[in-house]
């Protein structure tokens, strides 16, 4: 069986693309079969989302393409921008991962949340779409092994010290 542990950047050659929905593209120990019909495993560092494009690759060096599969998603648009933002402060205050896009956000289907958008005033549709949600403000709450955060802390909640430049 194939594994798969390392993303890259670039290839000259893509062997195979593994066609997974948004759920499994956040787990990090996962078995899963390429659009060939070859099983693989995938391992990668805890916290890792796959997105659409990313490149994989394995002790073989055989580089795979993650393709983001279409799933029951709800695509939510509204009459104004005002309109739409409050709709984002809802589903971020129920911790729901949201899509933006350019005049619409995308969630998984969710009825009670459907219900809330509509009571908001929002375009509610069903469709079958790629999921490729915001990774937040801090990308996941993690940082590089340098200890680099992946987004800037903002100044209000970085913690001085008494030592540090102003």
Known sequence: ??????????ADVIAAQLVLPYELR??????????NGED???????????????????EDQRVVRVVAAPEPTY?????????????????????????????????RADAVLKEMLAGLGAGVVEEMAAFEPESGAYGGGHAHHDGNPLAPIPLRQK???????Q
């Open 1 to 10: 069986m194939l594994t798969l542990h390392t993303k890259i950047s670039k």
């Open 26 to 35: 956040e787990k990090c120990r996962l078995r899963a079969t390429l659009d």
């Open 40 to 58: 693989v495993a995938v391992f990668t560092v805890r916290g890792t989302v796959l997105r659409d494009g990313d490149l994989l690759t394995g």
């Open 75 to 107: 695509k939510v648009t509204c009459a104004d921008a005002h309109a739409l933002l409050r709709c984002a402060f809802h589903l971020g205050n129920r911790h729901t991962q949201a899509q933006v896009g350019d005049g619409f956000l995308r969630i």
């Open 159 to 165: 913690i001085h010290r008494p030592g540090d430049p």
